[in-house]
């Protein structure tokens, strides 16, 4: 099945007192790109979650973003700042002594100031917070997925569709350019009785002049290896791998063999069935550009 690059994740757990939201979204990209927003504590996890997103991810600009919270009893210790309170109430005293006012120092005076206290985080060991953040993203990575999978499908419907649609008007093309030849040879045929009046016009001359306009017209090489394109399109299409930078590649080549078709061609009505093929691949071209 193929994936869209476009997709969003989301996953929350709570794990060893630890609230954990990962989200994953991606957009088109013609590598993997990797990008994450986390606390400055947990930087040290960036590695490890992109090298989870890359196992499951191949191509797309992949942005990670993780919160964490705390709300264990004991994931905050506060302590006093003794050096500063103790410089800190010595200099209030100084103050009052200094400017001959009221020393009412107290504690609620000395707290006020956010410099006395330290506040220290007793956190997980690095492991186990790896680990639980770990089994998280692995849950948002297959909710991603899941997201890619679903547009992937939409995708996958739309070009067989439009292909299927190519399929028609090659078989239009086909159809009519036996008929330009057939119309060049009465074209050229009413043309040299025209010239030469009643003599007698050289059947064998005439042979040889279509055939040479026929082969000059002949498309049939170029739609045998159109359709055989389009089959690998649709073949593509069923596989479960990453097959975006193939599919490019073979909707290249059905534009090339339709420029050669359109250049080959010397009637109306061909050379519009060849826009009408040309306008169908552009559209598929811009599909597959979604597709990892």
Avoid at 6 to 24: C, S, Y
Avoid at 93 to 113: C, E, H, P, R, W
Avoid at 275 to 287: A, L, P, T, Y
Wanted: glycine share 2%.
């Amino acid at each position: 099945m193929i994936k869209s690059m476009t997709g969003f994740g989301r996953a929350k757990e709570q794990i060893n007192n630890l609230d954990i939201t990962v989200e994953i979204k991606s957009v088109n990209h013609r590598y993997f790109e990797f990008s994450s927003r986390m606390p400055r504590a947990y930087q040290f996890l960036e590695e490890k979650l992109k090298s989870a997103c890359h196992q499951s991810i191949t191509r797309g600009k992949v942005e990670l973003s993780l919160i964490i919270e705390d709300n264990s009893e004991s994931s905050s210790v506060v302590e006093i700042n003794r050096p500063f309170a103790k410089g800190y109430i010595a200099a209030l005293k100084q103050l009052a002594k200094d400017f001959k006012i009221k020393d009412d120092v107290k504690v609620s005076t000395v707290a006020l100031n956010p410099e006395i206290f330290k506040i220290k985080r007793q956190s997980l060991e690095d492991e186990e917070v790896t680990q639980a953040v770990l089994a998280v993203t692995n849950q948002a990575i297959e909710s991603f997925i899941a997201m890619r999978e679903i547009e992937g499908e939409k995708l996958a419907a739309d070009i067989l569709s439009r292909a299927q649609a190519i399929l028609s008007k090659v078989s239009l093309i086909e159809e009519r350019s036996p008929e330009t030849v057939k119309a060049y040879r009465e074209r050229l045929e009413a043309k040299i009785k025209e010239l030469l009046a009643d003599a007698k016009v050289d059947e064998q001359r005439l042979i040889t002049e279509t055939a040479l306009f026929a082969d000059k017209v002949a498309v049939d090489e170029e739609t045998v290896r159109l359709r055989s394109h389009i089959d690998q399109l649709s073949n593509l299409l069923k596989e479960n791998s990453a097959v975006g930078k193939k599919l490019d590649f073979i909707v290249q080549e059905m534009n090339r063999e339709t420029n050669t078709i359109g250049s080959k061609c010397q009637d109306v009505d061909i050379s519009h069935t060849v826009v009408d093929i040309k306008s169908e691949i552009e559209k598929i071209r811009e599909q597959v550009q979604n597709i990892e």
